[in-house]
């Protein structure tokens, strides 16, 4: 072929190859077309492209005039110093020709791949992207015993320049695709391939599959405690354990601490419930970050494609509503979807709406029921319970909206609300010279997670300059157990050393017994209502009743009892040494307004030591919620 029409065929298989790149032809068939194309160019030539993978390894792209059965033989080989030409060409970086491929030691073992084919040559050129990385080969093979001639190094040297623009193409292609289809940490398909997949198995029947929603427990926990990079390496491990469970199935993170699974040819609850069943079990082995344990859990709602939603909305809807109901009633577990948590949780979502609005609005307020001495019937401080306005000016009650407190960041800011209302009533108390002694603030697990309680507190305090000691900080026992053991005792610890004293609400009614108040000392101790209500001389809840205000008194706490509606009740109690108490039959919770009055007849002098002043350990009163 004459100089000038060689210039002139590359230069219209540089534009062909070219616009195929800018059409976005797939690599494959572009690196294809450029073989065809040389091998019309050079006769005698047969061509192949090769790229090498991630892991150093072989992987064909085109060699259209060799059987297929090279190209499987070749495909995931490790590049070498003696791999062929073209494994060897890759290891050095430069190109390898070797003109006897049966006596060539680059060969030796692989020989018998290409001499049955009658081919005897090859010559291989590196194909380098921009920053220098060998990304694969381009070959001449020939049927006889010879190296290149000046026309084809000019043929090469054109194609391997368009082989680096057509592969560094498609890797940022594939860069962008991952990035777009894919979630950089764990490596599983992201919340826009979930949507795409969901979309497809609902479009047409059957809708034989599953879909699972699956939350990470306690992830916010242990960015904060332990850092955002033991929240990945959590993050990561549950995607890993999740996709080496469930499979050939679809596992998606569609979110920070959320993934979601696509169970196909799932048409039986039974077969939901044993998948489930695999991942919880999978998570139950400890993981190591920086030599501290992490446990991963995992909470679980599923539906059933058909039978629990036809259209993708439904499905994912159902099964939020499950995922929902298990984080509330079976963290750590599964529940399947079910009829009547649609109606139940579309209420939820109602009464979070309107206590969203509420705290937007600051009508979020206390009413505050008075702690009585039961011998003197006198005030002895109060517990703050929260109630909100509905915009019709009805008071609700905390029953009406405590579904919504369920959730963390709610419960957080009405505890938040809560406290600067307070504040400025007994700030507005103070200044008019009320006793009021002190005032008890119910705090949630929130509060504790979130790790700042003691800095609210005392901020809230100090802005309207109430001294510490008119606050009491009150837990349940579902707060008291529920919690990091280390992370609560040392939140009542800090409390208490800063002169907040610490009450436990609602004693007797969870899984706290008098040995964990060795663990978490507090000053005060509420018996619930339930065995106020339940106890009559000789009966066990009198008996229970007896031991724990005798119990408190030899530990130094305060004891005061709850629920208190006839006079018999009050004067069983004194009887048994309890002093405090407080319920209907004194008065309701009422609004700062009402309570003002009672406090200025019926408070608790300041002639003696108040009875809810701090002794030794430290002591008071009251709650809110």
């Given at each position: 072929?004459?100089?000038?029409?060689?210039?002139?065929?590359?230069?219209?298989?540089?534009?062909?190859?070219?616009?195929?790149?800018?059409?976005?032809?797939?690599?494959?068939?572009?690196?294809?077309?450029?073989?065809?194309?040389?091998?019309?160019?050079?006769?005698?030539?047969?061509?192949?492209?090769?790229?090498?993978?991630?892991?150093?390894?072989?992987?064909?792209?085109?060699?259209?005039?060799?059987?297929?059965?090279?190209?499987?033989?070749?495909?995931?080989?490790?590049?070498?110093?003696?791999?062929?030409?073209?494994?060897?060409?890759?290891?050095?970086?430069?190109?390898?020709?070797?003109?006897?491929?049966?006596?060539?030691?680059?060969?030796?073992?692989?020989?018998?791949?290409?001499?049955?084919?009658?081919?005897?040559?090859?010559?291989?050129?590196?194909?380098?992207?921009?920053?220098?990385?060998?990304?694969?080969?381009?070959?001449?093979?020939?049927?006889?015993?010879?190296?290149?001639?000046?026309?084809?190094?000019?043929?090469?040297?054109?194609?391997?320049?368009?082989?680096?623009?057509?592969?560094?193409?498609?890797?940022?292609?594939?860069?962008?695709?991952?990035?777009?289809?894919?979630?950089?940490?764990?490596?599983?398909?992201?919340?826009?391939?979930?949507?795409?997949?969901?979309?497809?198995?609902?479009?047409?029947?059957?809708?034989?599959?599953?879909?699972?929603?699956?939350?990470?427990?306690?992830?916010?926990?242990?960015?904060?405690?332990?850092?955002?990079a033991a929240g990945d390496a959590?993050?990561?491990?549950?995607?890993?354990?999740?996709?080496?469970?469930?499979?050939?199935?679809?596992?998606?993170?569609?979110?920070?601490?959320?993934?979601?699974?696509?169970?196909?040819?799932?048409?039986?609850?039974?077969?939901?419930?044993?998948?489930?069943?695999?991942?919880?079990?999978?998570?139950?082995?400890?993981?190591d970050h920086d030599g501290n344990?992490?446990?991963?859990?995992?909470?679980?709602?599923?539906?059933?494609?058909?039978?629990?939603?036809?259209?993708?909305?439904?499905?994912?809807?159902?099964?939020?509503?499950?995922?929902?109901?298990?984080?509330?009633?079976?963290?750590?577990?599964?529940?399947?979807?079910?009829?009547?948590?649609?109606?139940?949780?579309?209420?939820?979502?109602?009464?979070?709406?309107?206590?969203?609005?509420?705290?937007?609005?600051?009508?979020?307020?206390?009413?505050?029921?008075?702690?009585?001495?039961?011998?003197?019937?006198?005030?002895?401080?109060?517990?703050?319970?929260?109630?909100?306005?509905?915009?019709?000016?009805?008071?609700?009650?905390?029953?009406?909206?405590?579904?919504?407190?369920?959730?963390?960041?709610?419960?957080?800011?009405?505890?938040?609300?809560?406290?600067?209302?307070?504040?400025?009533?007994?700030?507005?108390?103070?200044?008019?010279?009320?006793?009021?002694?002190?005032?008890?603030?119910?705090?949630?697990?929130?509060?504790?997670?979130?790790?700042?309680?003691?800095?609210?507190?005392?901020?809230?305090?100090?802005?309207?300059?109430?001294?510490?000691?008119?606050?009491?900080?009150?837990?349940?026992?579902?707060?008291?157990?529920g919690g990091r053991k280390d992370?609560?005792?040392?939140?009542?610890?800090?409390?208490?050393?800063?002169?907040?004293?610490?009450?436990?609400?609602?004693?007797?009614?969870?899984?706290?017994?008098?040995?964990?108040?060795?663990?978490?000392?507090?000053?005060?101790?509420?018996?619930?209502?339930?065995?106020?209500?339940?106890?009559?001389?000789?009966?066990?809840?009198?008996?229970?009743?007896?031991?724990?205000?005798?119990?408190?008194?030899?530990?130094?706490?305060?004891?005061?009892?709850?629920?208190?509606?006839?006079?018999?009740?009050?004067?069983?109690?004194?009887?048994?040494?309890?002093?405090?108490?407080?319920?209907?039959?004194?008065?309701?919770?009422?609004?700062?307004?009402?309570?003002?009055?009672?406090?200025?007849?019926?408070?608790?002098?300041?002639?003696?030591?108040?009875?809810?002043?701090?002794?030794?350990?430290?002591?008071?009163?009251?709650?809110?919620?």
């Amino acid at each position: 072929m004459r100089e000038s029409g060689s210039a002139e065929h590359l230069q219209a298989l540089q534009n062909e190859i070219l616009e195929a790149v800018a059409r976005g032809e797939v690599l494959v068939a572009i690196m294809d077309r450029l073989c065809r194309r040389v091998e019309a160019i050079a006769p005698g030539v047969i061509c192949s492209v090769v790229s090498v993978d991630a892991q150093g390894c072989l992987q064909p792209l085109a060699a259209p005039s060799l059987p297929a059965h090279y190209a499987a033989s070749v495909s995931g080989v490790p590049v070498g110093p003696r791999v062929g030409s073209c494994g060897t060409a890759i290891y050095r970086g430069e190109p390898v020709c070797v003109t006897d491929i049966a006596t060539d030691p680059l060969w030796e073992g692989l020989e018998n791949l290409v001499l049955p084919l009658g081919l005897r040559a090859c010559w291989s050129s590196p194909i380098k992207a921009r920053d220098g990385r060998v990304v694969g080969t381009f070959a001449f093979y020939y049927n006889r015993q010879r190296g290149p001639n000046d026309l084809e190094r000019q043929i090469v040297a054109t194609c391997v320049h368009l082989c680096a623009i057509a592969i560094e193409h498609e890797e940022v292609r594939s860069r962008n695709h991952r990035l777009a289809y894919y979630d950089t940490l764990t490596g599983l398909p992201n919340r826009v391939s979930f949507n795409d997949a969901i979309m497809r198995m609902t479009a047409e029947p059957p809708h034989d599959f599953g879909l699972m929603l699956i939350d990470i427990d306690h992830l916010k926990a242990i960015n904060d405690t332990m850092g955002h990079a033991a929240g990945d390496a959590l993050i990561e491990t549950v995607g890993a354990r999740l996709q080496a469970v469930v499979g050939d199935a679809t596992a998606c993170r569609i979110g920070g601490d959320e993934f979601a699974v696509l169970l196909p040819d799932c048409t039986q609850a039974a077969q939901m419930r044993s998948v489930a069943s695999a991942i919880l079990a999978a998570m139950s082995t400890p993981l190591d970050h920086d030599g501290n344990s992490i446990v991963p859990s995992v909470t679980i709602g599923a539906a059933l494609a058909g039978e629990d939603g036809e259209d993708s909305v439904t499905l994912r809807q159902n099964a939020d509503f499950a995922l929902y109901h298990a984080k509330e009633t079976s963290r750590g577990g599964y529940v399947r979807f079910k009829d009547g948590l649609r109606t139940s949780m579309t209420r939820r979502i109602q009464v979070r709406r309107d206590v969203d609005e509420a705290l937007t609005g600051g009508r979020i307020i206390p009413h505050y029921q008075p702690v009585i001495r039961l011998d003197t019937d006198e005030i002895v401080g109060l517990e703050a319970l929260a109630r909100m306005r509905m915009p019709d000016g009805r008071i609700a009650c905390a029953g009406e909206f405590h579904e919504a407190m369920l959730d963390p960041k709610v419960a957080h800011r009405i505890t938040g609300q809560m406290l600067g209302a307070i504040a400025a009533d007994m700030a507005a108390w103070q200044r008019a010279g009320i006793n009021f002694q002190h005032v008890g603030l119910n705090v949630t697990s929130a509060d504790f997670q979130k790790g700042d309680l003691v800095q609210r507190v005392l901020k809230a305090l100090e802005r309207v300059r109430v001294p510490p000691r008119h606050l009491v900080v009150e837990i349940t026992e579902q707060v008291f157990m529920g919690g990091r053991k280390d992370g609560v005792a040392r939140t009542i610890t800090a409390l208490r050393e800063r002169g907040i004293p610490v009450a436990l609400d609602d004693f007797g009614t969870g899984f706290a017994s008098l040995t964990h108040l060795l663990d978490f000392p507090v000053d005060i101790i509420k018996i619930d209502r339930s065995f106020v209500a339940a106890a009559r001389s000789g009966t066990r809840s009198s008996v229970i009743v007896e031991a724990m205000v005798g119990i408190a008194h030899r530990l130094g706490m305060k004891i005061i009892a709850e629920g208190i509606e006839t006079q018999a009740q009050a004067e069983w109690l004194q009887s048994t040494g309890c002093r405090l108490g407080q319920g209907f039959l004194y008065a309701q919770a009422m609004p700062a307004g009402i309570v003002i009055e009672l406090l200025q007849r019926f408070g608790q002098k300041p002639i003696r030591k108040l009875d809810l002043e701090p002794d030794s350990r430290a002591g008071v009163i009251a709650t809110a919620a």
